[in-house]
T-cell receptor, first 117, second 110 residues
Framework: GAGVSQSPSNKVTEKGKDVELRCDPISGHTALYWYRQSLGQGLEFLIY????????KSGLPSDRFSAERTGGSVSTLTIQRTQQEDSAVYLC???????????????FGSGTRLTVV | DAKTTQPTSMDCAEGRAANLPCNHSTISGNEYVYWYRQIHSQGPQYIIH???NNETNEMASLIITEDRKSSTLILPHATLRDTAVYYC???????????FGTGTKLQVIP
């Protein structure tokens, strides 16, 4: 597609349930980032994938959060046993890679708004 | 990555130039300054970036001070559609774990 696609756009889930959020990056983009934005807050880094390298998971807030990227393209962020404090907009961004990032920066998706009730 | 500080909010009259400041006093020589904006309910959108020279594109101009400790994003003729949160970040060209701050909420007033 022309842009970064995220699904679902909105998700309401009950506390304790697991959720999966999906990100389809721009075709050919090797770098993929997940960010979280709580209401009125800035963007909080969660995890980064670059090509076949091991992901940087240092931003994941707890072991309930995990992410994978299959075939170097689609990525799934999974939150297990959701808590109310997980409610936020989860944003995915991609870029052509380290060198091109200088020129193009990130391209963000529109995000998934997660509400845990 | 260098920490950046921005005012929490600003107002600008429609048609006037909007000048959004950013301080990055600890920026290192190989770090670029990037600006993004986030319109309500959308993902952040890239605007412009620079290293040490002033830059201009179809969206905005970026003025970086000679000592590179601060910069200003200029929207030459602000419109109501420019109402958004504007983020200033600094980073190198390689991979970096970048955190966006809370940015500046720009309100363009009719």
């Amino acid at each position: 597609g022309a842009g970064v696609s995220q699904s679902p756009s909105n998700k309401v889930t009950e506390k304790g349930k697991d959720v999966e959020l999906r990100c389809d990056p721009i075709s050919g983009h090797t770098a993929l980032y997940w960010y979280r934005q709580s209401l009125g807050q800035g963007l909080e880094f969660l995890i980064y994938f670059q090509g076949n390298s091991a992901p940087d998971k240092s931003g994941l807030p707890s072991d309930r959060f995990s992410a994978e990227r299959t075939g170097g393209s689609v990525s799934t962020l999974t939150i297990q046993r959701t808590q109310q404090e997980d409610s936020a907009v989860y944003l995915c961004a991609s870029s052509l890679g380290q060198g091109a990032l200088v020129v193009y920066g990130y391209t963000f998706g529109s995000g998934t708004r997660l509400t845990v009730v | 990555d260098a920490k950046t500080t921005q005012p929490t909010s600003m107002d600008c009259a429609e048609g006037r130039a909007a000048n959004l400041p950013c301080n990055h006093s600890t920026i290192s020589g190989n770090e670029y300054v990037y600006w993004y904006r986030q319109i309500h309910s959308q993902g952040p959108q890239y605007i412009i970036h620079g290293l040490k020279n002033n830059e201009t594109n179809e969206m905005a101009s970026l003025i970086i001070t000679e000592d590179r400790k601060s910069s200003t994003l200029i929207l030459p003729h602000a419109t109501l559609r420019d109402t958004a949160v504007y983020y200033c970040i600094s980073r190198t060209g390689g991979y970096q774990k970048v955190t966006f701050g809370t940015g500046t909420k720009l309100q363009v007033i009719p």
